[in-house]
Each structure stands twice: as C-alpha cells, then as structure tokens.
C-alpha cells in the first residue's frame, strides 16, 4: 500500500518556541491531507483538512493561528505549532489518500511533541 | 453533525471465541464507514469498509442504517487480533470521523 512518512517522530521543545511536523506522501501525489490530533488512550481529533495549493479547512475548536498547515506539494503538508504551551504535548498524526474514490487513508507513523 | 460511538473502550475475550466490537453513527447522509486497527507500536491500517463487503482476517461487519450501526465480527478470536480498533466515518467533505476506540484483548 501507500506510504506517508512524518518526521520528526519526537520533538521535545520549550514553552513559547514554535514546532514544525512535515507529512509526506512517498510513493503517491496527495491532494488532500488530514492531521489528526491523539490524547494518550483516546480517539483521534480531526484537526484539518489539508488541501495543497489552497487554505487549510479547520475544524471547529482548532485555532488556526495555533496550529498553521501548509500543503505546498503534492507530496508535502506540514503543521507548524506556533507559540508552543505544555498543554499542546500530543500524538499528531497526519492521514492521506492514494485514490479519492476508494476512501482509504494511509497514516503517517505519527509525532510524539512534549512541550516542557 | 456527524459522530462515531465505540462504547467498549476494553474488551478481552479468551482466543477461540467470537467477538464483536460495536460501533455506532450519527449521520444525515448515507453513510461510507470503516473499521481501522492499529497494532501494537505500527500505525493505524484499514481492515475494512462497508462498501467492499469483504471479511479481511475473518472480521466482517455490515451496516445496519436502521440501527445506525456498523459492529464488527469474528467467529473466533486469534491471539495476533489482540489490537486497537477503531470505527470511522467518512464526512460529505471527505473528512474521516473516529470513534474513540476499543481496546481487544485475546486471552490465550
């Protein structure tokens, strides 16, 4: 199957610095990526729908101007965590898909960022 | 507004025996679902959708609109089915919903 590939896998930041997560589709041109947000022993929180060439579509709760995404490439998306604060440390996880009409994504291993 | 509900945060039943993992939807349009697993230290995969109809390692689930439930199957459990499950929806805008998750555990 398809691959997506985040990096890093782990970050560990200070409070108030900014934190980039790039998403990439390796074998596979992805329009659309999504970024999922995981609390320890609970479900994934869509976060956005990331679109490549266009503004990212928030859900409702997420602060845009908390969590920045930027689809440049097919291939690319990235999630910049501006303004990083302790409550901030989770698992994010970024999801795409290979062909639009099967429905099925492909997930990144994930991001673990602690936020000290 | 759409959501997923997986009521069983933990379920463990002993191999051998069946198991069903239940999920249920909220949803105005027809809906497109799914079941993904993780296993331990890998990330999440598809199992399976509502649309294919297929048994993948043995599991089935159908979609029942009536119930708005989409519960997924196995006639008997096996030790490597020991993972997290997650039952997801596919919104009008291409979105995927999760459920929170259940937990299986297969007792040798």
């Known amino acids: 199957g398809a691959v997506v590939s985040q990096h890093p896998s782990r970050v560990i930041c200070k409070s108030g610095t900014s934190v980039k997560i790039e998403c990439r589709s390796l074998?596979?041109?992805?329009?659309?990526m999504f970024w999922y947000r995981q609390f320890p022993k609970q479900s994934l929180m869509l976060m956005a729908t990331?679109?490549?060439?266009?503004?990212?579509?928030?859900e409702q709760g997420v602060e845009k101007d908390k969590f920045l995404i930027n689809h440049a490439s097919l291939t690319l998306s990235t999630l910049t965590v501006t303004s990083a604060h302790p409550e901030d440390s989770s698992f994010y996880i970024c999801s795409a898909r290979e062909d639009p009409n099967t429905g099925e994504l492909f997930f990144g291993e994930g991001s673990r960022l602690t936020v000290l | 507004a759409q959501r997923v509900t997986q009521p069983e945060k933990l379920l463990s039943v002993f191999k051998g025996a069946p198991v069903e993992l239940k999920c249920n939807y909220s949803y105005s349009g027809s809906p497109e679902l799914f079941w993904y697993v993780q296993y331990s230290r890998q990330r999440l995969q598809l199992l399976l959708r509502?649309?294919s109809r297929e048994s993948i390692k043995g599991f089935t689930a159908d979609l029942n609109k009536g119930e708005t439930s989409f519960h997924l199957k196995k006639p008997f459990a096996q030790e490597e089915d020991s993972a997290m499950y997650y039952c997801a929806l596919r919104g009008t805008g291409n979105q995927f919903y999760f459920g929170t998750g259940t937990s299986l555990t297969v007792i040798p």
């Open positions: 074998d596979f041109q992805a329009t659309t």
């Open positions: 509502h649309i």
């Open positions: 990331s679109n490549e060439g266009s503004k990212a579509t928030y």
